[in-house]
Every structure is written in structure tokens, then in C-alpha cells.
């Protein structure tokens, strides 16, 4: 069974209670177009995942197989301590690289494409990431780390990071100069001069300091979340392929095959030593939407649906053939495009959204077996009720849904 599956319910309860807490602080740290964008984000990734992993898995244990020095035994927790601190190391690099090299930076570019920062966007991850990542931990497979060691040392990785993406947790004193912690995570999202390329650790933040890439939070300079390049958009196919566009864009208009391949493995500010161009605070304004109250209602309802399907397709996955998972993953990540494109106020979104909700509660009252799940009667009246109400709802409240996406100065 996929951890994450058990994570989902903890990831949407701490967001809401980080959400509250920031609300009853008077902190504006959430802005919900942004965060259900970061969360349909988190959404395709682990959609795509579901259908990836499985092949970067096979190569990882091809590699262990065939090649590997030794093999590690796993009833020894100081070989799982080290397994965690090499695979971290690996991770250093891979994360950097993806700051460094426009090619792995248009995958990783999704992560920093938020310009908030709260637990959803820990949650903004990329659905590219199976392209790359891979080679950076294949010297674990050498060294001879069993498989088992290596994807549970990964999925700590990766679970260690979510805390961190937070504002309402200040410095840590000592913790902050040995770990990954909300203070210094807040820099590596940072737009600021200083911020840029800086703090690329995923639990500890001795191999920033150590390669020389470590920044400390300053004091009483407002940290400016998101990308210099914004991405200005709630829909998250797009937000996963701008880069992509951007850089094949780039390459058409260069002259040569030299500069036209060499543009993919450059660093995203180009091959130049001079510094990066100086971020100006006073000019940055934010993205988000005017919607009104009862679309961004509408829209976290319609959220709240999708956790539960979210959360059965990948507990299920394993067990359906190539066409339903392909079907049971195209129907969540239309909900996620569909969603998007209420949020920027598309009137083909409006279109799209009606077919989608009634066409949603109505198969899903029609099919015998949802994607291996025999629903109860009163479960199938009650989500055929949701979706037939809400869509009436969606219908009424979206009238002028024309919603020009705004830019907001922050304070
Ligand atoms: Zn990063
Ligand atoms: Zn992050």
C-alpha cells in the first residue's frame, strides 16, 4: 500500500490547523486559489507517480542486482541511519542540480512557483520528477543498499520536508544550524538577492554548509516568496510544463545545435558570471484571483470530494489494468484542470465543470464497481445528491464567472 495514502488525512488536517492558526494570528499567510493550486499540484504528482515510481524502482533494483559492492543487511539501525545520511547527501545534489541545470530546474520549478508559503506549498510538488531523479541515488544500488532501505530512507526524506514549509515557526537556534528547519527552508523559496540558489538540504543543512551554498534567514528583511519568472496561472498541467515551453521556445530562436542543446543543461540565468538581476521588492506584486466567496467555496468542496478518489486510486492502483488506472487518473487530473480553470475564471471552465460534476454522480451512481469499489446505496444517493446540488450551486454562483486573475501589492 502507498504510505501516502495515510499521509493524505494528516497533510489536510495540519493544513487546515496551520490555516486557523495563521487566521486567528492575523496572518495572511493562505490565500485559497493559490493553495488548492499547490494542492492539485500534489494532486498530478502522485498520479503520475503512481505510474512512474514503478520504473525507476525496477532500474534501481536491475542496478542492485547486477552491480552493486556488497549488500547491506537490514537488521542493523546504524546501516539505516547511514543509508538515511548518504541518500540525503545524494539528495543535495540532485536538488541542487535541479536549481542549476534549466532541464532539471523546468521539473523542480514547480515546487517554487508558489508565491506563499505555508504546508500546501510543501505539497506543490512537480509530476516530472521520474525523469532525473533516479540517477542521482543509482550510487546507493552500487554500494549495495537494499531496495526496502532505500525507498523507506526516501519516503523519510521526503516526509521530513513537509514541516518545514511553514511561517509560523521562527528560528530554532541550534537546530537551525544542523537541520533543514522552517527558517532556513523560508530562504532556498526566497526571490530575495540573498535567497537565490541558497539552502538546498532535505534534512540536514550541513551540506549546504559544507559546499558553500548556505544562507541564514536575515532578520528584518521580508522574505518575497515565488520565481522571478512567475507563473502567474491556477492550472496545474500548465504549471507543470511552462518551463518546458520556455526553454523549447528559447531553443527554436537560437542559431546552432551547439547553443540549441546546450540551452537544456545551462543554469537557468544563462552561462554568466555576473549576478543574478536584482530583485526589487517594491515592484513585486503577488498573483491571485478576485473570486468571489462562493466560487472558492465551491472549488474547496469540490477538493474535498476529490481527496477521497485521490486517496482509493492509490490505494488501488496496483490491483487495475493499464486502461482503468489510465481512465481513474484521467478523471481526477480533469478535476484538478477543471478546478484550475474555475479559480482563473475561464468561461470554457465553466463549461468543462458542469459536465464534470453531473457526469461524475451520475457514472458514479451508474457503474456496478467503481474501479474495484462496490458502493453502498446510501453512499451512492448521498454523493449523487453532492454533486447534483453543488452543481446546481456551480451553475447559479458562476453566472458571470468571467474573473479577471489580479496582481496585489504585498504590505
Ligand atoms: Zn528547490
Ligand atoms: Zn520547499
Known sequence: MNPIVYAIPVFMMTVLLEAWVAHRKGKAIYDIPDAITSLHHGVLSQIT??????????IYVAVYENYRATQWPTDQLWLWVLALILYDFLYYWFHRM????NLIWASHVVHHSSEYYNLSTALRQTSTGFLFA??????LA??????VMVATVALIDLLYQYWVHTELIGRLGFLDRLLVTPSNHRVHHGQNDYCIDKNYGGIFIIWDRLFGT????????????GIRKPLRSFNPVWGNLHYYVDLWNAALKLKGWRAKLGIWLAPPAGWTLEPIEHFEPEKFERFTAKISL????????????LVP?????????????VVQSGLYALAIAVGTFSLGGVLEGT?????????RVFGLGIVFVALENWFGFVAPLPLKIVFLLTCLLSGGWFLFISRNIKTPAVQEKIA
Open 347 to 355: 468561461a470554457w471552465s465553466r463549461r468543462l465543470e458542469i459536465v
Open 309 to 321: 478518489f485521490i486517496m482509493h486510486f492509490l490505494a488501488s492502483v496496483d490491483k487495475l489494468s
Open 98 to 101: 535541479g536549481h542549476e541545470v
Open 214 to 225: 548556505f544562507a541564514e534567514e536575515r532578520e528584518g528583511e521580508k522574505i518575497y516568496y
Open 49 to 58: 507517480g503512481a505510474f512512474t515510481k514503478i520504473v525507476a524502482f525496477a
Open 134 to 139: 533516479w540517477i542521482f541515488y543509482l550510487p
Open 294 to 305: 462562493s466560487l472558492r467555496g465551491y472549488v474547496l468542496l469540490q477538493y474535498a470530494v
Open 142 to 147: 552500487i554500494l549495495g543498499v537494499p531496495p
